[in-house]
Nanobody, 116 residues
Framework: VRLVESGGGSVQAGGSLRLSCAASGYTASPNWMAWFRQIPGKERETVAIIFSNGNSYYADSVKGRFTISQDNAKNTLYLQMNSLKPEDTAMYYC???????????WGQGTQVTVPS
């Protein structure tokens, strides 16, 4: 199983970025896929999660600004981030839980920087 993120970068406050996570190695759709983020010295936090039934949930801090989606045909997870703020600056990680797995799979992360 492999998760590879892309799309990070530096963008001015108010701007937008779209993160992508290419998933490979799953024999069936994962139970869920999600985006997490982490700032050095702080705990990793859940940004958004989407379940296999299509339900999605967001951290309060990103509701109305971020949208999680997936393209099952391309085995790719997305995070559309609009109205970015300096406090969104973090390393963003893609994660997933396979249907018969007891552990989470993680990508290597992609850095998002929104200068203040």
């Amino acid at each position: 199983v492999r998760l590879v993120e892309s799309g990070g970068g530096s963008v001015q406050a108010g701007g937008s970025l779209r993160l992508s996570c290419a998933a490979s190695g799953y024999t069936a759709s994962p139970n869920w896929m999600a985006w997490f983020r982490q700032i050095p010295g702080k705990e990793r936090e859940t940004v958004a999660i989407i379940f296999s039934n299509g339900n999605s949930y967001y951290a309060d801090s990103v509701k109305g600004r971020f949208t999680i989606s997936q393209d099952n045909a391309k085995n790719t997870l997305y995070l559309q981030m609009n109205s970015l703020k300096p406090e969104d600056t973090a390393m963003y990680y893609c994660a997933a839980r396979g249907q018969w797995s007891s552990k989470n799979d993680w990508g290597q992360g992609t850095q998002v920087t929104v200068p203040s």
